[in-house]
């Protein structure tokens, strides 16, 4: 079974990004609960402190993380983004998932709310 999810500007129905197969990253969001964007809908409201939050948990800070994220080409980044989180290691998904939280942080800082829909 897998975990597909995606964030989208509510407004503008722009996606920002989306993921295939990544269960410990949406453990790391599910975990903190954030707020449900209807109710009785799954679709959660990604903020700014969800997204600080679940940038600790993976340590997307750290020095040599930004230097791989620097180098990463958006070719390798949707590739990731696309396939298993199982297929890579750590070393791997770390920058991709600074580079994915910088995006969200971006969409989540303006005036449109920014959503996580998913299915498993």
Same mark, same amino acid.
């Given at each position: 079974m897998?975990?597909?999810?995606?964030?989208?500007?509510?407004?503008?129905?722009? #996606? =920002?990004?989306?993921?295939?197969?990544?269960?410990?990253?949406?453990?790391?969001?599910?975990?903190?609960?954030?707020?449900?964007?209807? #109710?009785?809908?799954?679709?959660?409201?990604?903020?700014?402190?969800?997204?600080?939050?679940? /940038?600790?948990?993976?340590?997307?800070?750290?020095?040599e993380? =930004?230097?791989?994220?620097?180098?990463? /080409? #958006?070719?390798?980044? #949707?590739?990731? !983004?696309? /396939?298993?989180?199982?297929?890579?290691?750590?070393?791997?998904?770390?920058?991709?998932?600074?580079?994915?939280?910088?995006?969200?942080?971006?969409a989540?800082?303006?005036?449109?709310?920014?959503? !996580?829909?998913?299915?498993?």
């Amino acid at each position: 079974m897998g975990m597909d999810m995606g964030f989208v500007k509510v407004d503008s129905q722009e #996606e =920002v990004a989306s993921l295939r197969n990544h269960w410990a990253l949406a453990e790391s969001i599910f975990e903190l609960a954030p707020p449900t964007y209807k #109710e009785g809908y799954t679709d959660l409201v990604i903020e700014d402190w969800v997204i600080e939050e679940v /940038s600790e948990q993976w340590d997307v800070h750290d020095a040599e993380v =930004v230097r791989a994220e620097a180098a990463l /080409s #958006e070719a390798e980044f #949707e590739q990731v !983004c696309d /396939s298993s989180e199982d297929e890579h290691d750590l070393s791997v998904l770390r920058p991709v998932y600074r580079r994915l939280l910088e995006r969200l942080y971006d969409a989540a800082s303006g005036p449109d709310v920014l959503v !996580c829909y998913w299915s498993a």
